[in-house]
């Protein structure tokens, strides 16, 4: 199987302070996603960030929301490493096919995005200008991944972000039934085998389960086509 | 006359060597505008800075466009002068109705800046956080002032663009003909007070001429009222 390259590209000013970045770090860890903090380099060096960039399948761009944007970090690495030639002028378009990601956390709720409510602007407008650059280098656009009051969640709510987190660092796009099914089916695989001698029965039964549920569901899928296209003809 | 306390927030990481951002300070100089460059700061004093916003009745960003947003800078001076509290937090909102400008340079034609154009984004679009800001602030929006390709200038327009600029900076907002008309009847004096002694005959009659011209379309406007009202009756 396939597997996707993805750099995260996180800016925060007080990242060791952040219960959330913490969290989502594990969770990009886990699957071998490429973490990059860009307030923890001492110079930025333009060229080896742009190989970085060129490496990489799926680009995300990860920060609290300041003030509607990134922190001023993301930005100075933004204004120093996205030359115009790197990202369009010289019609190379390196970043050409990418995936481009947003992951936006933040102390509000979703709902006071919106006109009216009391921020009175959506995420999606705020983040307005960093598509537009993903766009100029002709990068394939991610909806936004946004994480609202981590702070509030409970544990189980904890539980599916960081799997939602990981399937939008790793899950091939669109987030289609058949694309969420392979990756749970592989990151199964994983899990049941990590798992200690005691509890691999349950494991591979759960695993067994999946497998057949799917097959199941792919039964009832072709035979449906099958009606379909009887009544077509 | 009431004098408009008007604070230029600039930021430019290169300031010296950009001939739009001299050739605007002097604009900004000429009228007393306050002109105040981010990038100079060498330690951002966030009591001192909250107290030049503090005083000013507008405050403008003024900005090269650097990947559809202000250089890092400014955001900078953002994350640490704008206070959740300053800007909303404990409720006094110490910048509430204030008038809040945006002035954009860019090395674009703004034809660019469309939905299907090279950008594939507007102006307005780019510039939606700083405006979010603004709101939550209580503040007054005046419409965009956008300096596309200063380079590619005539004379002649940037003659024009300079007096666009001060007026920007100076003239009580909305851009009506009457505010618009008092503010030249202004300057028009100033300027030609400050000419030498063999042009003040040509200048004083340019003067004359403005005031009658000014003078003829308030008495046609004044008519033109009593005609509809006569009508109304």
């Known amino acids: 199987m396939w597997i996707i390259k993805t750099l995260v590209i ?33 110079k930025i060096d333009i060229q080896k960030e742009q190989g970085l960039l060129r490496q990489a399948d799926r680009v995300i761009f990860q920060f609290p929301l300041y003030w509607y944007a ?8 933004e204004d120093e490493v996205l030359t115009r030639n790197f990202i369009y002028g010289d019609k190379t378009f390196p970043l050409e096919d990418k995936e481009f990601g947003l992951i936006v956390t ?6 006071d995005f919106q006109k009216g409510a009391t921020e009175n602007i959506t995420l999606d407008e705020a983040m307005a200008p960093y598509r537009a650059i993903a766009h100029l280098g002709r990068m394939k656009i991610m909806p936004l991944f946004s994480v609202p009051q981590f702070w ?8 599916q972000l960081l799997i ?4 939008y660092l790793s899950q091939p796009f669109p987030d ?6 392979e990756w749970f ?28 549920n799917k097959e199941n569901l792919e039964q009832v899928s072709d035979t449906l086509k099958m009606i379909k296209e009887g009544e077509d003809e």
Do not use: C
């Not at 990134?70 to 690495?77: D, E, I, S, T």
């Not at 939602?164 to 399937?167: A, K, L, W």
């Open 10 to 42: 996180v800016s925060h000013p007080e990242i060791d302070n952040s219960q959330t970045q913490q969290f989502l770090k594990k969770g990009a860890d886990d699957i071998q996603a490429t973490w990059h903090h860009v307030e923890e380099l001492d």
């Open 70 to 77: 990134a922190p001023f970090g993301l930005k100075k690495w």
């Open 106 to 111: 933040t102390g509000m709720p979703l709902k």
């Open 152 to 159: 509030y969640m409970s544990e189980e709510e904890q539980m």
């Open 164 to 167: 939602d987190y990981q399937r």
């Open 176 to 181: 289609s039934l058949v694309n969420r099914e």
């Open 185 to 212: 089916e592989k990151h199964l695989h994983q899990f049941v085998s990590e798992l200690g001698p005691k509890d691999q029965f349950t494991g591979n039964l759960i695993l067994d389960t999946f497998i057949q």
